[in-house]
């Protein structure tokens, strides 16, 4: 019986009663029925690849292979010069090559052979010693030159527009990019998905997004291969530092999809200079997740800023991948300047007074520089003021403003200094000279107001948060239209430098429309990979982008046939076909079309003109929509000022136990103890007026039967948030409730008085004791906290579900690293001031889902001490 070195593990799991894990494809087979005295006729072929050293002469790198299949035994040098054939049983020293008599042979097993071969990584098998290693038995192979394959370094800057490089038209010191654009290439059609998450989804696989599962979400699927999975089977080393925001669970993390090594953000955006402060309340305060490969991170440097970690972490990977001598794939992705705007004072500094202009004035005088650099077609004609965009002479907040843009010139400013850092490591590790580098950016500059028009919420610092606004991304977009989140062109069009030494010509612009799509069709080709029809048994999405590699060579000054391009950004739609671009703004809610080769700036809807276009583009938009999935998606629409101001003043009622309870005076044996009640205004603005009503002690029943919920509805509050269950517990005497039966009757009563009265109901689920069991957390209050969930569904209720979001916290970081929101070691129910801080967080981190009306009344900035 024929049995290799890889039949050891199958072999083994068989023996020991042990599944392989389903993902592992092996190539060897189970032996174990020959080793317990039996025998078995191989299934699968064997396969060799190997190369060797001959001492004082160059590595000969043209491998030589060869497979086993039954009684036949096949070995060939890759490029077929050479072929023998054998049958072993006849011939087991293989002295009888009879190649030539059987051709159909040779095919049959050269066919996969070549096929498996290109799966393999590159360089070396042997470990480099010198000595004599024959492949062809006492004859020795010429060497045969090869070129290497490039390494490649791509990075990606978030929420930056169009015009916002240097070389693209910015005022903004970016001379790093410069340099790359001078000794490469610079693309002027190029475009993204107008949105962070959908961009990267494109980028990562060659393919549209696809909207998945029930809530239609975009997700990496098994029917997709990313581009770091695609290089990485093809023999490179692979990392990702920075913005993941493809899932932050396996099988969804950059490790489970082709990195080999990550640091960065899972999530959208987080506090650039500590990402362990959560979101303020009206971003829905959430804490954002970075981690270092499987590992969460919670703690981070003092001296910590996003865009110098992310770049330390390419550093590191790119002079360990170069000492290995294998090519190697850099994936460097920027969380700025996506909000909020934070950026080191030394580099505010360099900006203070360059925006007192305005944004009309530097978005004209972009304008001119890119028509200097041939960015731009002097015909296109300057398109209307943004609707939502003041004139800078009218508009009463200048010098804050000036300031917002200030501290974004500084990110972008940043960026572009880490890229410098990342050149010159290229350099010293002697890697740049056969590097690929690729910049671009994920969507046009961001028009949300993210924080409101508050001059106290001042951009710079850790504790703002506060993002640029319209008038601002519309002088980062120029010359274009709209911004992040929309598909005319100032959303989707996007800067892409190209530098490889070379190859690409210096300081060559190039007019090829290109996409997302086909990046991973053009680092494919650049690495010699082949995209493969199917993956682990599973077939895989045909890819939907094309290789721009003739473009960035030189060999073509545009590619023959360009596929269609289309997008779908909130309710915004675009489809491109060639000259002609539809296109829907979610607010107008028609098609408009454009000839984008002579009108790129989109001044001219051409709808009425051409119907019979508007109908056939309309048609092929649709069809992609239900391809992909796009058209199942419930629609949302992008709001750009998430804070309105000048809202009426309202009230809300509290009404629960301990947990909720103010405490005038601290009890005697608890000094620190605070209900999360007590704490709950610090995260709204003034105009909301507070009264907590809940009192230590009582259950539903207990609070209703003692009158004390008369005296809430008498004082017409608007909101009233209801929790109980702790006291309601089996144990508390004549205050115990079924949470089946008497419990829910109370929780009813509660919620239709309140409607009575124009108030609107939310309930609370009890917050979780923080009490462990071989170090998991545990909880008795799930049956009250479920049936608060049953009653809120089938009474259309809001919900806070604080018993989940509590566990949670308490769960994931363990009893040690909680014991802070406790009042003291021996009482696990009640809060010190710090923890019931905590906790109220936690509750209105969830008022944007549960009461999204809430969400304009809370405060501005969002400081909140951290006691």
């Not at 002479?393 to 972008?412: H, I, K, Q, S």
Request: charged content about 25%; some cysteine.
């Amino acid at each position: 019986s024929v049995v290799a070195g890889v039949d050891w593990l199958p072999t083994v799991c068989k023996l020991a009663g042990v599944q392989p894990p389903a993902e592992h494809m092996l190539d060897g087979e189970d032996a174990s029925d020959v080793f317990l005295g039996g025998s078995r006729a191989r299934v699968k072929p064997l396969m060799w690849e190997w190369r060797f050293r001959i001492a004082g002469e160059p590595f000969h790198h043209s491998p030589q292979l060869a497979t086993r299949v039954g009684d036949w035994k096949l070995l060939m040098n890759a490029d077929r010069s050479r072929v023998e054939l054998y049958q072993i049983k006849q011939d087991p020293t293989q002295l009888d090559n009879v190649a030539a008599d059987h051709p159909e042979v040779v095919a049959r097993l050269s066919e996969p052979l070549l096929a498996w071969a290109k799966t393999l990584p590159d360089g070396p098998r042997d470990p480099g010693s010198g000595g004599q290693n024959y492949g062809w038995p006492g004859k020795r192979v010429a060497e045969q030159p090869r070129t290497e394959r490039p390494n490649v370094v791509l990075i990606l800057l978030d929420d930056v527009g169009y015009s916002d490089y240097g070389c693209y038209g910015s005022e903004v010191q970016t001379p790093n990019i410069d340099r790359l654009a001078a000794n490469g290439l610079r693309f002027t059609q190029f475009y993204n998905n107008a949105i962070c998450l959908p961009t990267r989804a494109s980028l990562l696989t060659g393919l549209y997004p696809r909207y998945v599962g029930p809530e239609k979400r975009i997700q990496l699927t098994s029917e997709m291969l990313t581009v770091g999975e695609l290089l990485q089977s093809a023999g490179y080393q692979t990392s990702l530092s920075g913005k993941w925001h493809l899932g932050g669970a396996a099988p969804h993390r950059p490790i489970d999809r082709g990195f080999g090594e990550f640091f960065g953000m899972l999530d959208g955006c987080s506090n650039h200079f500590d990402p362990s402060i959560p979101d303020p309340p009206f971003e829905g305060g959430r804490l954002r997740v970075w981690a270092r490969n499987a590992e969460r991170l919670t703690k981070f440097p003092e001296n910590f800023y996003s865009s110098d970690a992310i770049a330390d972490h390419a550093i590191e990977n790119i002079r360990r991948f170069a000492r290995s001598g294998k090519p190697f794939f850099a994936h460097v992705c920027f969380t700025a300047a996506h909000s909020p705007l934070h950026a080191k004072p030394a580099d505010v500094a360099k900006y203070r007074g360059k925006y007192s202009l305005g944004w009309d004035e530097v978005r004209r005088r972009r304008r001119e520089r890119q028509l200097e650099l041939g960015i731009i077609d002097p015909s296109w004609a300057v398109p209307a003021r943004e609707p939502e965009v003041k004139p800078w002479d009218v508009e009463p907040l200048r010098e804050w403003n000036e300031n917002l843009m200030a501290v974004y010139a500084a990110m972008v400013d940043s960026i572009d200094q880490n890229i410098g850092r990342i050149m010159q490591a290229l350099d010293e590790s002697g890697a740049a000279q056969n590097t690929v580098v690729l910049v671009l950016n994920d969507n046009g500059g961001c028009a949300e107001q993210a924080g409101g028009d508050d001059p106290t919420n001042v951009a710079g610092p850790e504790e703002c948060y506060v993002s640029c606004g319209a008038g601002w991304a519309y002088a980062q977009n120029t010359p274009f239209r709209r911004y992040k989140g929309w598909v005319h062109e100032g959303g989707i069009a996007t800067p892409l430098v190209v530098s490889w030494p070379g190859v690409t010509q210096s300081g060559r612009l190039t007019g090829q429309v290109g996409h997302v799509v086909d990046l991973l069709p053009t680092l494919a080709e650049i690495a010699g990979a082949t995209y493969p029809a199917e993956r682990n048994g599973r077939r895989l999405l045909p890819l939907e982008g094309q290789s721009l590699l003739p473009v960035i060579r030189g060999d073509a000054t545009s590619l023959s046939q360009r596929g269609d391009l289309y997008w779908k950004a909130f309710d915004n739609r675009a489809v491109r076909q060639g000259r002609w671009k539809l296109v829907r703004d979610q607010n107008a809610g028609r098609w408009e079309l454009y000839d984008v080769e002579a009108d790129r700036t989109e001044t001219r809807n051409l709808a009425e003109q051409y119907p019979e276009r508007v109908e056939q583009l309309t048609a092929a938009w649709n069809a992609w929509a239900d391809r992909t999935g796009a058209s199942q998606q419930p629609i949302s629409v992008y709001t750009l000022n998430r804070v309105p101001t000048n809202l009426p003043p309202i009230k809300i009622a509290l009404i629960g136990d301990s947990t909720v309870a103010s405490y005038a005076k601290p009890p005697a044996d608890r000094p620190t103890l605070t209900g999360w009640g007590q704490v709950f205004g610090l995260y709204f603005q003034e105009s909301v007026e507070i009264k907590n009503h809940a009192v230590s002690g009582r259950s539903s029943k207990s609070f209703l039967r003692e009158g004390r919920w008369e005296p809430v509805l008498a004082e017409k509050p608007d909101y009233v948030f209801i929790q109980f269950g702790h006291n309601d517990q089996p144990g508390k005497g004549d205050r115990t409730t079924d949470p089946s039966g008497d419990f829910q009757d109370n929780l009813r009563k509660c919620i239709n008085e309140a409607r009575a009265i124009g108030a609107v109901p939310i309930l609370v689920t009890p917050v979780a004791r923080r009490t462990f069991e071989n170090g998991e957390a545990r909880t008795t209050l799930t049956p009250y906290a479920d049936a608060m969930k049953a009653v809120a569904k089938e009474e259309k209720a809001a919900l806070v579900d604080l018993h989940s979001l509590s566990f949670d916290l308490f769960n994931e970081r363990g009893n040690e690293a909680t014991a802070w929101v406790s009042a003291s070691t021996s009482d696990r129910t009640h809060f010190s001031r710090r923890g019931a801080i905590e906790i109220a967080r936690l509750a209105v981190s969830a008022l944007p889902q549960a009461a999204p009306q809430l969400r304009h009344y809370m405060r501005q900035p969002w400081q909140v001490p951290k006691d």
